[in-house]
């Protein structure tokens, strides 16, 4: 690692004003759990660490049904996984925060740390995008509110804007909605996702979020319109499968070829399907 | 620059000038000559730098050293009491023969104590995710696992009843 400055920020208008006094030199540190790597590797070197974690309240999580769960920035994966709200209301939530990683790893790296890496394969990205969840940003120009859609841009590019500040992400309270957390690995624990994905059923509707299948996680919004308010019947399973492979654009890489991607997204979509629709 | 850190290693106070671009391990094995914690990949895979810190069980290689102000860090070295008499898990991995070459024994020792403190009476498939974050190269697992299993039976959270 290169010789930097840390800086630990007690408020956020403290954090934010470093950041925009030291603009491009500066690197947010949250869990560390990739930054620590990206810092030995020297694929990043900055001037300054700006620690985030002793700003009071960025670590909380909290529910209610009105404005369903709020989980602060700092919150680790293990606190998210092991929280009684979200193990509750949203455990296919739970089961993605403690599928990274591993136990080490999870009293370190946060949630919010997963989406603003914005990997293609972030694994608490697919619930998320499921639930149409809200990522909360403080920046410069004030207070912003980025629908989760809208947060991926590309591999490792998000919409934040320079000198802004995720504070916390906000998930929708749905009721009776159901879903299903799936991760395709090579092995069991300790592995990044070879395909992962969320099937959410609220009411008559279908959502299915997939990672690793394109250069972010995404929502398969033509097979959501197909199956819509419909029975999903065998013929239907037929169809949303052959569409679903069609909406995504998977890659062959040391993980896996790019057809199996696709025939787990099939198999994703049509499991979903049959155990969800009630 | 160096940054002023006040923290507990084993329960004994220390206060060091630390480098920001060290780590906890970094600061364990060269400023404290504390030298359980083994570097294996240096980037959270491997489980051989597990220590605990502020009662859960972290990776040190991921931890930097500036962070460690205001922490309570327990290693390896720390398990044994006083006395010098091992922790029941430490006699239970002699017992069972749970270690080869020893290289990540202090990181399994640290999960495992952690996960006994957490949950004091783990299944088999408890145990084994629980050590899931821990890579060992000669023992095939089975005798860690075993020896785990015999500390959870005959201890309450890995202490002496």
């Known amino acids: ?278 | 620059m160096k940054y002023q850190v006040n923290f507990f290693v084993n329960e004994e106070p220390v206060e060091l000038y630390v480098d920001a671009n060290k780590t906890l391990l970094n600061v364990l094995r060269e400023e404290l000559d504390l030298t359980g914690a083994k570097e294996g990949c240096g980037a959270g895979e491997c489980g051989a730098c597990t220590v605990i810190m502020n009662g859960k069980p972290v990776n040190a290689c991921l931890v930097l050293a500036p962070e460690l102000d205001g922490a309570h860090i327990t290693t390896v070295e720390g398990l044994a009491d006083r006395e010098g008499n091992l922790s029941p898990l430490q006699e239970a991995f002699v017992k069972h023969a749970a270690l080869q070459c020893g290289f990540c024994t202090p990181g399994f020792l640290m999960t495992a104590t952690a996960l006994l403190r957490e949950n004091p009476h783990p299944t088999r498939e408890e145990i084994a995710r629980g050590i899931s974050g821990n890579l060992c190269r000669c023992t095939g697992y089975k005798k860690i696992i075993e020896a785990i299993e015999d500390v959870a039976e005959h201890t309450e959270g890995g202490v002496r009843k």
């Open chain 1, 1 to 278: 690692m290169k010789q930097f400055n840390y800086l630990a920020p007690k408020t956020l208008p403290e954090a934010l004003q470093m950041l925009a006094d030291y603009k491009e030199s500066a690197v947010l540190f949250n869990g560390g759990t990739d930054v620590v790597v990206r810092l030995r590797d020297r694929l990043i070197a900055p001037d300054y660490v700006v620690d985030i974690k002793h700003i009071p309240g960025l670590d909380d999580i909290s529910f209610d049904e009105q404005n369903g769960l709020t989980i602060g920035a700092c919150a680790t994966m293990n606190a998210i996984g092991e929280n009684e709200a979200v193990c509750k209301h949203y455990p296919f939530l739970a089961k993605a925060a403690l599928s990274v990683g591993s136990r080490q790893v999870r009293n370190r790296a946060t949630c919010i740390g997963n989406i603003c890496n914005a990997s293609p394969l972030a694994d608490t990205g697919t619930p998320l995008l499921a639930c149409d969840a809200v990522i909360l940003a403080e920046g410069p120009d004030g207070r912003r509110e980025i629908p989760i859609r809208d947060f991926f841009i590309f591999v490792r590019k998000t919409s934040l804007k320079p000198g802004e500040i995720v504070t916390a992400i906000r998930v929708p309270y749905i009721a009776g909605a159901e879903g299903v957390f799936t991760k395709v690995a090579r092995r069991r624990e300790v592995d990044l996702s070879t395909v992962c994905a969320t099937v959410l059923r609220c009411g008559d509707e279908f959502r299915f979020a997939f990672g690793s299948v394109a250069p972010t996680p995404l929502r398969l919004v033509k097979t959501e319109e197909l199956v819509r308010g419909k029975k999903p019947d065998a013929a239907l399973i037929e169809q949303a499968v052959e569409l679903a492979r069609s909406e995504v654009a998977p890659i062959s890489d040391v993980r896996a070829s790019k057809e199996y991607r696709m025939d787990i997204v099939g198999l994703i979509v049509r499991r979903g399907l049959e155990t969800l629709a009630k």
